[in-house]
T-cell receptor, first 113, second 117 residues
Framework: EAQVTQNPRYLITVTGKKLTVTCSQNMNHEYMSWYRQDPGLGLRQIYYSMNVEVTDKGDVPEGYKVSRKEKRNFPLILESPSPNQTSLYFC????????????FGDGTRLSIL | AQKVTQAQTEISVVEKEDVTLDCVYETRDTTYYLFWYKQPPSGELVFLIRRNSFDEQNEISGRYSWNFQKSTSSFNFTITASQVVDSAVYFCALSEGSGGSNYKLTFGKGTLLTVNP
């Protein structure tokens, strides 16, 4: 089954404790991206990757890091999480870019205390 | 810079009513793509439609229809004879199509549609 898998689905942690949200897709997609969803703000793009070892900033990259060492994986790293990063996060993938339909993961709800 | 505006934050209708969700976009590019996504209460994001800037033909899929008008920079979504299962947040999104811009995807803030029985 074609899917985008995010882990964990839920996480409560404390300020400053580094965390990684993993994202994996099994569709051989070139393009992957991360979004955060906040009430009243919709979805905002954090980072995207056009292919292996190629990443770029979205609209709200501050406080996040990403890497794309393999085509199927695109982890989101919060080096020093802060409460304003409490949000619902979605990973997505598509064949070539933002102009293609996105396949979304089920989301990761992060709470930073 | 690309921008998407969904002015309707929330809409509430009674089952079987028709409802239109508005989407207005801004872009300087002549090549761009517009999307609608649905987010039901269960939380997942589901792709509904993609339209490119060169195709202004309206589309109908069952009870869903989309009206794309470049003259008003709008891409509105109509649900005919709404049902309770249509209750969801609906997002309009825009991706510019040329050069490196096609890697960015900008979403509107979403419209929460509630269909009451």
């Amino acid at each position: 089954e074609a899917q985008v898998t995010q882990n964990p689905r839920y996480l409560i942690t404390v300020t400053g404790k580094k965390l990684t949200v993993t994202c994996s897709q099994n569709m051989n997609h070139e393009y992957m991206s991360w979004y955060r969803q906040d009430p009243g703000l919709g979805l905002r793009q954090i980072y995207y990757s056009m292919n292996v070892e190629v990443t770029d900033k979205g609209d709200v990259p501050e406080g996040y890091k990403v890497s794309r060492k393999e085509k199927r994986n695109f982890p989101l790293i919060l080096e020093s999480p802060s409460p304003n990063q409490t949000s619902l996060y979605f990973c997505a993938s598509s064949t070539r870019g933002g102009n293609q339909p996105q396949h979304f993961g089920d989301g990761t709800r992060l709470s930073i205390l | 810079a690309q921008k998407v505006t969904q002015a309707q934050t929330e809409i509430s209708v009674v089952e079987k009513e028709d409802v239109t969700l508005d989407c207005v976009y801004e872009t300087r590019d002549t090549t761009y793509y517009l999307f609608w996504y649905k987010q039901p209460p269960s939380g997942e994001l589901v792709f509904l439609i993609r339209r490119n800037s060169f195709d202004e033909q309206n589309e109908i899929s069952g009870r869903y229809s989309w009206n794309f008008q470049k003259s008003t920079s709008s891409f509105n979504f109509t649900i005919t004879a709404s049902q309770v299962v249509d209750s969801a947040v609906y997002f309009c999104a825009l991706s510019e199509g040329s050069g490196g811009s096609n890697y960015k995807l900008t979403f509107g803030k979403g419209t929460l549609l509630t269909v009451n029985p």
